[in-house]
């Protein structure tokens, strides 16, 4: 049977499915099948995932992590390391739970803030680890602390929540808090930062929550009172004024339980649930998604009574007395629990047989009433506990044959063959990878087009051109992006007609240009900023010329091109750069002469070019010197001089280079060693050192014998001796390493004992 379905699946999609591979090798078959141990998510065979472990007493959810407490009193924790939120002793990333170490009393509540983490133990003394910039720790130092550390002056806790950098505890009926104060979080009545406890300005109280710079709090005659941050309307009370002396919210009575988020808050009162505060991605839960945010309470559509909640950064969740989750907000990734990744303005059941809930910034993780744990949501440093991830900050294998010629793109990459073939990988629901499917895909599959010379990848399209200079397109083109007059997605490829054979092609965000035999350019697409350079900024879904001047002021002819997000430039026959289109950030690197340019300019001060690249909004030359200057968008250190300030003209940012390879906010090039450096956006590790840090200058890597690199929206891949690789952000399966995060609920495996 095993093999029948393989068959089936490998006639469905043109290639084979190893049941030993990672996830997104193929499709499901046209009946939903797949081979043993896998099962059909999104018309794709995944590893069926496995049933977590049913040992867990109590769970929390940070930023980037998560952690848990098992029924010997051992606490575990796996996600996001970087500070030492896991407790282990070191700052390394865990795909699966380990234990925190050095705790040597029984743990019976655990609670996760965006870097730090803490724990109450058995005669409610609290225990804390991780970042400790603000006091957060409690133990009276602005230290880090990989392993727990006692936080000091505690009374004997009885709940534990954790803001962004400060920490909150419920002694007695009173309140303790600690850390970061700018906002009055500690609702002492200061904005005095303090590492060691303080009480808050508040008694009888029953229940807890704190998010971000806010707390709430539930007191015995039902009223509910916050303190903290109020730049959204957190406090509740209409007037959006930080407040560090703890108030009531008016408008709510009877109030049994509160949660908050990042920008607000939900409680169950006597009159149902009611939520204030921002609500851009439906977070208010009344079934209205506008972004308008409520300074006082409203109601939501809850129909039943929850009994406990929970709030993550922009969404809700909460249970009912009979186990029942329902959920809403921001449901992005996954994280709400119903395989869907729009906002949920309206609450939603979306779980059964809960008993506990950790939401964490953009993932949320329940603890079910069989004691196991699940988690869903946004898992880029392996905080659902599955074992994989979505970022890598470091060079990650990938099996391709020699000869390859690498181009990532947008969330996808593509990679022409030596027998002029393609094959392209990553996300695909667009048809960006010219499968015929819309299947996202964690390994390489073949593009249905042969004789391939050249191709390039848009932010959702592709265009390649073949033996004898034609030109095809496919993907995403509600803009015109394809060139073919259409405005339907196209999983094949499209072809795009042309005056004459093409001899280079380039895509941007929603456009795309091609320089012909004769040196003229030819653009199609998305215009709004000029950048199919006209002189117009009317979009066109059919190839339009470039305007290349007339007369004495014609330029020379194009040799190549390049498209970034709304700009695109060509260098010229001799050896200067023109660009058009958009120019708010310097793009055309004129010193900001104007927001757009419809026709085509020459850069000053800029020659000897060899060759020019463009995404983004930033562009970078490499000159006959073997320097690289760029200008352009800057802000997170993408022209790499070692500041974020925009450069509205070219600037000197390396030398000694012989390839460059710009991405939308990152850069790399190859110097003449067969080092290779790289700069820029990190927060997806596509810089590569091994760390999510942003460079504003040059780095370099521990890659050596670089020959070939190439860079997209948040990936980069390179063939050094090591062979090819590839780093960032690996969701979708842009890196081709098999990893898809498919929106599944995921069971942890944490050791029981």
């Not at 049933?51 to 407490?69: D, L």
């Not at 339980?257 to 977070?283: P, R, Y």
């Not at 945010?293 to 709030?311: A, I, N």
């Not at 810089?687 to 190439?710: C, F, Q």
């Amino acid at each position: 049977m095993k093999a029948r379905i393989a068959a089936l699946v490998a006639l469905a999609c043109s290639c084979t499915l190893d049941v030993g591979t990672p996830p997104g090798l193929a499709a499901c078959d046209p009946s939903g099948n797949c081979p043993d141990s896998f099962t059909c998510v999104e018309d794709t065979c995944v590893p069926e995932q496995p049933t977590g472990s049913t040992c867990a007493i109590a769970i929390g959810a940070g930023e980037e992590h998560s952690c848990a407490v098992r029924s010997d009193g051992t606490a575990w924790c796996w996600g996001k390391n970087d500070h030492g939120q896991l407790g282990d002793g070191t700052t390394i990333d865990r795909l699966e739970p380990v234990q925190v170490a050095g705790l040597t009393v029984k743990i019976t509540a655990i609670a996760a803030g965006s870097l730090h983490t803490c724990a109450l133990d058995t005669s409610g003394g609290v225990w804390c680890w991780g970042q400790n910039s603000h006091g957060e720790l409690g133990d009276g130092t602005m230290t880090d602390a990989r392993m727990p550390v006692p936080a000091m002056n505690v009374g004997s806790a009885s709940q534990l929540t954790l803001g962004y950098e400060h920490t909150c505890v419920v002694v007695g009926d009173g309140v303790e808090c600690w850390g970061y104060n700018g906002a009055g979080e500690l609702g002492d009545n200061t904005t005095t930062t303090r590492g060691l406890a303080m009480p808050a300005m508040i008694t009888g109280v029953v229940e807890l929550s704190t998010a971000d710079e806010t707390s709430c709090a539930v007191r015995t005659d039902g009223s509910v009172w916050c303190w903290g941050e109020d730049i959204n309307g957190e406090l509740g009370d209409g007037l959006k004024k930080n407040d560090g002396m703890p108030k009531p919210i008016a408008s709510i009575a009877g109030a049994t339980h509160v949660a908050m988020t990042e920008q607000g808050g939900c409680a169950q009162t006597g009159s149902g649930v009611a939520c204030w505060g921002a609500d851009g991605n439906g977070q208010l839960g009344d079934g209205v998604d506008d972004g308008a945010g409520q300074l006082t309470p409203v109601l939501t559509s809850v129909p039943v009574t929850l009994v406990k909640m929970m709030g993550g950064d922009q969404h809700v969740c909460g249970i009912t007395g009979s186990g029942d989750m329902w959920c809403w907000g921001n449901g992005y990734n996954g994280r709400l629990f119903d395989q869907d990744d729009g906002d949920h303005p309206a609450p939603t059941k979306v779980y059964a047989n809960v008993a506990g809930i950790a939401a964490g910034g953009q993932h949320t993780c329940v603890l079910t009433t069989s004691n196991a744990i699940d988690c869903d949501g946004y898992n880029s440093h392996g905080q659902l506990g599955d074992g994989m991830r979505t970022t890598q900050p470091t060079p990650q294998t990938l099996a391709l044959p020699s000869g390859a010629v690498l181009q990532p793109s947008g969330d996808y990459t593509c990679a022409i063959m030596g027998d002029a073939s393609a094959q392209c990988w990553g996300w695909n629901q667009n048809g960006e990878l010219g499968d015929g499917t819309f299947t996202s895909r964690g390994t390489p599959a073949p593009v249905s087009l042969l004789g391939i010379q050249q191709i390039d990848g848009g932010y959702d399209f592709a265009c390649a051109i073949v033996t004898g200079g034609a030109v095809y397109c496919w993907g995403y083109d509600e803009q015109g992006s394809l060139g073919v007059n259409s405005d339907y997605d196209a999983p094949l490829p499209q072809h795009v007609a042309l005056p004459m054979p093409a001899k280079k092609i380039s895509a941007g965000r929603a456009h795309a240009c091609a320089v012909l035999m004769d040196g003229s350019l030819r653009c199609w697409g998305y215009n709004s900023d000029a950048e199919l350079g006209d002189g117009t900024t009317d979009g066109t879904s059919t190839p339009i010329a470039v305007d290349m001047g007339s007369g004495s002021d014609i330029l020379p002819a194009a040799t190549d091109v390049t498209c970034g997000y709304d700009q695109t430039c060509a260098l010229l026959a001799d050896s200067t750069v023109a660009c058009w289109g958009a120019n708010y950030s310097g793009e055309l690197g004129d010193g900001y002469n104007e927001d757009i340019l419809e026709t085509p300019q020459v850069v000053p001060a800029l020659a000897n070019v060899q060759a020019v690249y463009s995404q983004g909004g930033t562009n970078c030359a490499l000159l006959a010197d073997h320097t690289v200057w760029c200008w352009g968008y800057n802000g997170e250190g993408e022209v790499g001089v070692g500041n974020t300030n925009g450069q509205g003209v070219p600037v000197q940012a390396l030398d000694n280079v012989t390839q460059l390879a710009v991405g939308d906010s990152e850069a790399c090039a190859i110097e003449q060693d067969g080092s290779l450096w790289c700069w820029g956006d990190n927060s997806v590790g596509e810089i590569g050192d091994g760390t999510y840090d942003e460079r504003d200058a040059p780095v370099k890597l521990g890659l050596t014998g670089v020959t070939n690199v190439a860079a997209s929206d948040t990936h980069v891949c390179a063939l050094s001796s090591a062979g090819y690789q590839c780093w960032g952000f690996d969701q979708w399966g842009q890196l081709g390493d098999g990893v898809v995060d498919y929106l599944a609920v995921r069971g942890v495996n944490l050791p029981c004992p």
